[in-house]
């Protein structure tokens, strides 16, 4: 009776909050302070058509910077922790097979949804999108593959390497918008072009794409951690043994 009671309270409680709030709730009829400027001088400051990419990896590039390097320690720890986790599994048994209605839709999907993913970073500065969406997409066809196939290995070189050069690239623009431009990760140190255009808004879709191949690497990175080992000890122990 007494949970019933207090479920009550809250309920008109927040409704009547909620309800107020609404009431008096009026929109902003004009844009106010750094919304103002941003809105005002971005295309010709910046050239780009998307206004949310121009903010994220200039006017608040280093924010940017600082999320991509949290990413980065995210997928580290993920690495570290899993894999000193000692498991051992049992034999498995007969393996089963995946569909193959799911091993044709693999084949079929998986190369539309990394171009699909990279279109989303590479135009970024043109349409809704960026790197973060375009690396998650790119992920997600790792994702698929693993689901199709969870013994699926994946080349830790090449991984590497695209992190590693994209993550690089992404700071060495930052330093040269220093010496070239006004400030760190200033995208004027290419020509801005024409807007509308794919190359155009200088140095942003390099930015986008740098953003875009480290996040699909550290997301698949952390898929295949997540997966666990694709092999049983056990088992390979009595294969051996066979041998």
């Known amino acids: 009776m007494i949970k019933r009671a207090i479920a009550l309270f809250l309920v008109l409680f927040f409704g009547y909050v909620f309800t107020t709030l609404l009431l008096n709730w009026h929109p902003w009829t004009e844009l106010i302070g750094v919304a103002r400027y941003y809105v005002s001088h971005e295309l010709t400051e910046l050239g780009a058509t998307n206004l949310v990419t121009a903010i994220v990896v200039t006017y608040r590039g280093l924010d940017t910077l600082g999320e991509v390097t949290v990413l ?8 570290v922790l899993l894999r000193r986790t000692t498991i051992t599994l ?6 089963r097979q995946s569909s ?12 539309f949804i990394v171009m699909f993913g990279a279109y989303i970073f590479i135009n970024g500065h043109l349409t809704p999108g960026g790197g973060f969406q375009g690396g998650a997409v790119i992920a997600s066809a790792v994702l698929l593959l693993f689901l199709t196939n969870p013994h699926q290995a994946l080349n830790h070189r090449i991984l590497k390497i695209i992190e590693s050069l994209s993550g690089a690239t992404y700071v060495l623009v930052g330093i040269l918008g220093l ?3 006004g400030g760190f990760l200033d995208n ?13 808004a200088g140095a942003i879709p390099i930015i986008y794409t740098c953003i875009g191949l480290k996040v699909g690497t550290e997301l698949a990175n952390i898929l295949e951690n997540l997966r666990g080992p694709t092999t049983s000890p056990v088992l390979e122990e009595n294969e051996g043994r066979a041998q």
């Open 188 to 200: 004027r140190i290419l020509p801005l072009g024409e807007p509308g255009r794919i190359l155009s």
């Open 100 to 111: 193959e209605i799911l091993h044709t839709a693999t084949r079929l999907l998986t190369p």
């Open 90 to 95: 049992p034999s498995p048994g007969p393996k």
């Open 72 to 79: 980065f320690l995210a997928a580290t720890g993920v690495s």
């Open 179 to 181: 010496f070239l431009a």
